[in-house]
């Protein structure tokens, strides 16, 4: 695939449209068709055109196009939604020219997800007593619990200083002096080449926090991973936050770090840690871990 988008002639230009100033970047392929690969998707629209350019203006003016097929053969335009390095494949087809158009606006809609799975503990089951309740969607070592918000062993309520989107539970360390959860993600493919040319951003975030004047403690670190796997650079950790932190009031503080995505990264890791420092329970909370792209 990557030897025929090479051998393609490709144009990438930036237009701005004077309508709302979104820097639209269109990168146009010869001879070649894209091909989705997914059963699900196809064509939202198949217009006739007279000619090239008015094809990639219908695509242009659509806000749901992300991708267009313009077969000189029989002067067919087609839209799609998709977005090719995510769902479909390029393949040598003469006479055809694929479009894709990528505005910031659209890729920011893309990137406001949070790819981390159950950061916000509210997948799954929760504690409402003293038993451990292993994060749903988390590696886990130790004892380290999914539970409700007045959860009198965890202690933290719904209540005290933190989120005001915390939903009903949180993570915290419960018996273990020291307790883990982590979990690896890819990154989707559409987003590689912008990661290589070190366009992307990361914002890590979370609310964490203790109890009294414990200085049980939260910290949350992201890693990345290559291809082969291997990490590059250094872990970012947002965290502890102390009872000094706090004034000794039970609650969770936001901590967030931003930096730029090391080019080659193709998945990331999120390890969280829990460590005792006073009592027989592990009081230090975590809950709404969050990680955002942007560019
Ligand atoms: C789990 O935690 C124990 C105690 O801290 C440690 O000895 C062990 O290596 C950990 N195992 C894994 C898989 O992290
Ligand atoms: C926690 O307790 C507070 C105060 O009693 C109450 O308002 C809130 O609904 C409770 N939340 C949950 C999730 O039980
Ligand atoms: C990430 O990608 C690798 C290599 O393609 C694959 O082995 C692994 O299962 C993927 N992990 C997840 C969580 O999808
Ligand atoms: C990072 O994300 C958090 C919430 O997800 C948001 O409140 C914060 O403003 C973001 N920070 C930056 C620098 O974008
Ligand atoms: C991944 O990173 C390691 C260590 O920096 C490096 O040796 C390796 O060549 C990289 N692999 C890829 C596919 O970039
Ligand atoms: C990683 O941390 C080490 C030691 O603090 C520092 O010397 C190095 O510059 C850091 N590397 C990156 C890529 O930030
Ligand atoms: C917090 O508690 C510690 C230990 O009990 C005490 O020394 C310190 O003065 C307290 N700080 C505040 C701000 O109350
Ligand atoms: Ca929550
Ligand atoms: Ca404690």
Same mark, same amino acid.
């Given at each position: 695939m990557k030897s025929i988008l090479l051998l393609s002639l490709s144009i990438v230009i @930036?237009?701005?449209?004077?309508?709302?100033?979104? *820097?639209?970047?269109?990168?146009?392929?010869?001879? &070649?068709?894209?091909?989705?690969?997914?059963?699900?998707?196809?064509?939202?629209?198949?217009?006739?055109?007279?000619?090239?350019?008015?094809c990639q203006s219908a695509c242009l003016i659509n806000t749901n196009c992300r991708t267009a097929i313009f077969d000189q053969s029989n002067l067919q335009c087609e839209l799609f939604i998709d977005i090719v390095r995510q769902y479909g494949q390029m393949i040598t087809n003469e006479n055809v020219v694929t479009?894709?158009?990528?505005?910031?606006?659209?890729?920011?809609?893309?990137?406001?997800? @949070?790819?981390?799975?159950?950061?916000?503990?509210? *997948?799954?089951p929760c504690a409402s007593?003293?038993? &451990?309740?292993?994060?749903?969607?988390?590696n886990h070592n130790g004892t380290v619990t999914q539970a409700y918000y007045n959860n009198t062993y965890s202690t933290h309520k719904s209540t005290e200083p933190g989120p005001s989107d915390r939903g009903n539970c949180h993570f915290y360390g419960q018996a273990s002096s020291t307790t883990t959860m982590w979990q690896k993600q890819n990154f989707t493919s559409y987003f590689y080449s912008l990661i290589d040319d070190q366009t992307v951003r990361f914002n890590f975030s979370a609310w964490i926090g203790g109890a009294g004047n414990q200085d049980d403690a939260v910290e949350a670190s992201l890693m990345f991973f290559n291809q082969s796997n291997q990490m590059i650079g250094n872990a970012t950790t947002i965290g502890p936050v102390r009872a000094a932190d706090r004034g000794n009031v039970?609650?969770?503080?936001?901590?967030?770090?931003?930096?730029?995505?090391?080019s080659g990264t193709r998945s990331f890791e999120v390890l969280v840690k829990f460590t005792r420092s006073s009592g027989t329970y592990d009081n230090g909370a975590i809950d709404n871990i969050v990680l955002i792209l942007n560019e």
């Open positions: @930036n237009q701005s449209l004077a309508k709302n100033s979104h *820097t639209i970047v269109l990168s146009i392929f010869y001879n &070649v068709r894209y091909l989705c690969v997914d059963p699900q998707c196809s064509p939202f629209t198949t217009v006739v055109t007279p000619s090239l350019r008015s479009m894709t158009a990528i505005d910031n606006r659209q890729l920011s809609a893309i990137s406001e997800r @949070n790819w981390i799975i159950n950061g916000d503990a509210e *997948t799954g007593d003293s038993s &451990v309740i292993s994060p749903t969607d988390w039970t609650s969770l503080l936001f901590r967030q770090a931003n930096g730029q995505v090391p």
